[in-house]
């Protein structure tokens, strides 16, 4: 096992033992399925303990993560403000899964800024805020579903994780790893994904229902965004692909088509970095990828507003869909000489 601080984690257990009302738990806005592994396994493992649990989210989820024990229950923040701020507001604990920056949580921001009980956070993104009062951050880990099996079980909870909570935390970790395709170099990772597995987790049934859920709609919008949306610079080993509101509204698009669209050039021979925009109503989303050591989260806080971790990072940006992928267009030149000697491994 990676080494802890076992102080923080007795020191967690501590606080957990001892907490007389609610623990909420939170992931970031725009949860993907690490954020919602790792709160959904979290709070099975804790109810499972006898603890009273709420899971806020900021705002909605994926549907194809809508079968995971507990999804039913939790509150979508931006749908039930009051009801959210009054659990928050007599709740003892909040745990902030999967974040390091309050910035993170959109609407909830000031709510858990001003929180008077304890906050703990369990997160895997480099260079934390410290908003918490416990923190457990630690970015060599594959994803916080990962690091939430092993706190929990450092804390002494092992009995806890049921099956419900293991589907959670291995969709947790098959998400933030690509399907087993990277940050997986830590055989710790597959240890983990071994132990969920002999709590009888079945990886191809969970694979099918998070990635064999796709519209056809979904479909032909990927196939169009890969032959009209999608540029190679392969003198810079990069790619970006854009989707406009345009294209959204011609193939009906649903929050969370274009998940996953930012990693299809990086399949293509030579190309290590990939950037993915697109436009919403009020901003753009900037998505960015890449293989080896070129650090995305460094270019997404220099350029947009953003971070992340070194091979997965976003941002957003105020402007049009126009100006800028034209403006990373022009950025691939200041970044020649770091994008050829990127190492791959
Ligand atoms: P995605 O491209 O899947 O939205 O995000 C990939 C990773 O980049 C996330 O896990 C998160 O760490 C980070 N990220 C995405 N959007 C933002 C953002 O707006 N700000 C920051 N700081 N990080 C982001
Ligand atoms: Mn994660």
Same mark, same amino acid.
């Given at each position: 096992m990676k080494p802890f601080n076992t102080d923080n984690i007795k020191q967690l257990r501590a606080e957990i033992d001892k907490l007389g009302g609610t623990i909420v738990l939170v992931p970031h806005i725009n949860p993907d399925g690490d954020a919602i592994g790792s709160v959904l396994g979290l709070a099975n493992i804790l109810k499972n303990a006898g603890k009273q649990v709420v899971v806020i989210v900021p705002n909605h989820f994926p549907e194809?993560? $809508?079968?995971? $024990?507990?999804s039913e229950e939790l509150v979508v923040y931006v749908n039930a403000r009051e009801k959210a701020q009054k659990i928050i507001a007599e709740a003892a604990m909040i745990c902030c899964l999967d974040?390091?920056?309050? #910035?993170?949580t959109g609407e909830m921001k000031e709510l858990i800024e001003n929180f008077e009980g304890q906050r703990v956070m369990i997160d895997h993104h480099p260079? %934390?805020?410290?908003?918490? =009062?416990l923190e457990l951050s630690? %970015?060599?880990? #594959?994803s916080t579903a990962e690091l939430v099996f092993q706190v929990v079980k450092a804390m002494g909870?092992?009995?806890?994780?049921?099956l419900a909570a293991a589907e959670c935390l291995f969709c947790g970790i098959m998400t933030d790893t690509g399907s087993f395709d990277?940050?997986? #170099? =830590?055989p710790q990772t597959f240890n983990t994904v071994s132990e969920l597995l002999a709590l009888g987790v079945n990886p191809e049934d969970i694979h099918g229902r998070v990635?064999?859920?796709?519209s056809v709609d979904r479909m032909r919008l990927m196939g169009h965004c890969l032959s009209e949306c999608m540029e190679v610079f392969p003198e810079y080993h990069a790619a970006v692909m854009y989707l406009s509101k345009e294209t959204k509204a011609r193939f009906n698009y649903q929050k969370?088509?274009?998940?996953?669209?930012?990693?299809? %050039?990086? #399949?293509? $021979? =030579?190309?290590h970095f990939s950037a993915f925009f697109t436009e919403n109503d009020d901003q753009i989303k900037a998505s960015f990828r890449s293989k080896g050591e070129f650090a995305v989260n460094e270019f997404a806080t220099a350029h947009f507003n953003g971070g992340g971790h070194r091979n997965a990072a976003g941002g957003e940006v105020f402007d049009s869909l126009k100006a800028v992928v034209d403006r990373f267009r022009k950025l691939l030149p200041e970044y020649a000489e770091e994008l050829k000697r990127t190492k791959l491994d």
């Open positions: 194809f993560l $809508k079968w995971m $024990k507990g974040f390091n920056h309050l #910035s993170r260079y %934390p805020q410290g908003f918490a =009062d630690h %970015p060599d880990y #594959s909870y092992e009995q806890y994780i049921d990277y940050n997986v #170099s =830590d990635f064999d859920n796709y969370g088509d274009n998940e996953g669209f930012v990693n299809m %050039p990086l #399949s293509i $021979k =030579d190309i």
